[in-house]
């Protein structure tokens, strides 16, 4: 087996920062794929609205 662990840091869909597994405040699993946050605020956003974050990817639209 030499199949890797992605030990790297995962995007956060809701605000875009980078963070990594480890250090991540929240985690979900949408659709299969697991989701990273850096704080409970942009996990509980994703949660509400998931489809509003993977299509309009972090559209400032002020
Ligand atoms: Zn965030």
């Not at 699993?29 to 605020?41: R, V």
């Not at 299509?55 to 639209?61: A, E, K, L, N």
């Amino acid at each position: 087996m030499k199949r890797e662990r992605n030990e790297r840091s995962h995007k956060d869909p809701v605000c875009g920062m980078e963070v990594s597994p480890i250090a991540a405040v929240d985690q979900l699993i949408h659709e299969g794929k697991t989701y990273y946050f850096c704080s409970e605020a942009c996990s509980e956003a994703f949660e509400a609205e998931p489809a509003r974050y993977l299509r309009h990817h972090r559209q400032h639209g002020m």
